[in-house]
C-alpha cells in the first residue's frame, strides 16, 4: 500500500492533467475554489479535521473516510520536501479556455510572466493574482506554471483564477504593458482597462522581442541605487496600485 501511495504521488507531479497540492492551505484553497480532489493523504486525519476547524472552519468536516492515514516516512517519500501539516492531495488541473480568458470584458487585467524562472516566486505571483483577483496568469517559457514548487508557493490558489502556459504574447486586443525600469513612472489611474500587465525576470528583465510589440512601457518608482524588484513584489505593486486607483471614486 505504501508503495502504490508513493508511486501516485511521484507519477502525479509529471502528469500534465493533475496538480498535488502540498500541505493544508494548498488543500484548502483547491477545496475553496472548486478543485476535483482525487485522493488525500494525512498523517493523522484527526489533525487535519483539527487545522480545519482552527483555519478554515468552512471546510470542517469535508474530509473524513476519504482521507488516507499512512505513516510519516511514508508520507515523507511523497514529495522532496513533505509539509509540516502532514497532508497532500492529488487534484485535476483546472482546465484554461484561453480564447474565453482574453475576451472577457471585464476591467480587470492578465498577468503576463515572460519566462519566469523560480518556480516559488512564479507561485507567489499566483497568490498575488487570486488576491487582487485579475483575470488570469499566463507564462511563458520552460517552467511549468502547476509544477507542484508553484502550486504550493500559491497556496493552492491555481484554482481561484485561470493560469495557463503559453508560447508567447497571444494576439488579443488586449493593450500589452511592459513593466520596464525604463518606462514612464507608474500612474495607477492610467492603466488601460483590461490591459496585459508584462513581468520579466530581475536578471534580464523583458525580452526586446515583447517590448518591441508592447503598447507602453510602465516603470515602478524605487529609490536611487535599488536595482530592482523581487518578480512577486513587482507583480503585488502593480496589482495593488491598480486594485486601489480602480476603487477610488470617480472626481468630478
Known amino acids: 500500500m505504501s508503495d502504490d501511495v508513493v508511486q501516485r504521488f511521484h507519477r502525479a507531479r509529471r502528469d500534465p492533467g493533475l496538480a498535488v497540492l502540498e500541505g493544508f492551505h494548498a488543500l484548502k484553497h483547491g477545496l475553496r475554489f472548486g478543485a476535483e480532489i482525487l485522493e488525500v493523504v494525512a498523517c493523522d486525519p484527526a489533525e487535519l479535521e483539527r487545522l480545519a476547524r482552527d483555519l478554515a472552519p468552512d471546510l470542517a468536516g469535508r474530509f473524513g473516510a476519504s482521507v488516507r492515514t499512512t505513516n510519516a516516512q511514508t ?3 511523497l514529495a522532496p520536501q513533505a509539509p509540516r501539516t502532514g497532508v497532500m492531495a492529488i487534484a485535476r488541473r483546472r482546465a484554461v479556455d484561453l480564447a474565453r480568458v482574453l475576451s472577457d470584458p471585464a476591467p480587470t487585467p492578465v498577468v503576463l510572466l515572460e519566462n519566469p524562472r523560480n518556480l516559488t516566486n512564479l507561485g507567489a505571483c499566483v497568490r498575488v493574482a487570486a488576491a487582487a483577483d485579475v483575470c ?3 507564462t511563458t517559457g520552460g517552467n511549468d506554471p502547476w509544477h507542484p514548487d508553484a502550486v504550493r508557493g500559491a497556496a493552492g490558489l491555481h484554482y481561484a483564477l485561470p493560469v495557463a502556459s503559453v508560447p508567447g504574447p497571444p494576439e488579443t486586443d488586449r493593450p500589452l504593458i511592459a513593466i520596464d525600469p525604463g518606462g514612464d513612472a507608474l500612474r495607477p489611474a492610467e ?3 483590461r490591459a496585459m500587465l508584462a513581468f520579466g525576470t530581475e536578471r534580464d528583465g523583458l525580452s526586446d522581442e515583447l517590448l518591441a510589440r508592447a503598447d507602453g512601457r510602465i516603470g515602478i ?3 536611487a541605487g535599488v536595482s530592482s524588484l523581487n518578480l512577486a513584489t513587482s507583480v503585488a505593486a502593480v496589482l495593488y496600485a491598480w486594485r486601489l486607483a480602480a ?3 470617480a472626481s468630478g
Open 221 to 223: 518608482p524605487m529609490r
Open 191 to 193: 492603466l488601460p482597462a
Open 247 to 249: 476603487a477610488e471614486p
Open 136 to 138: 488570469a496568469v499566463l
Open 75 to 77: 508520507f515523507g517519500e
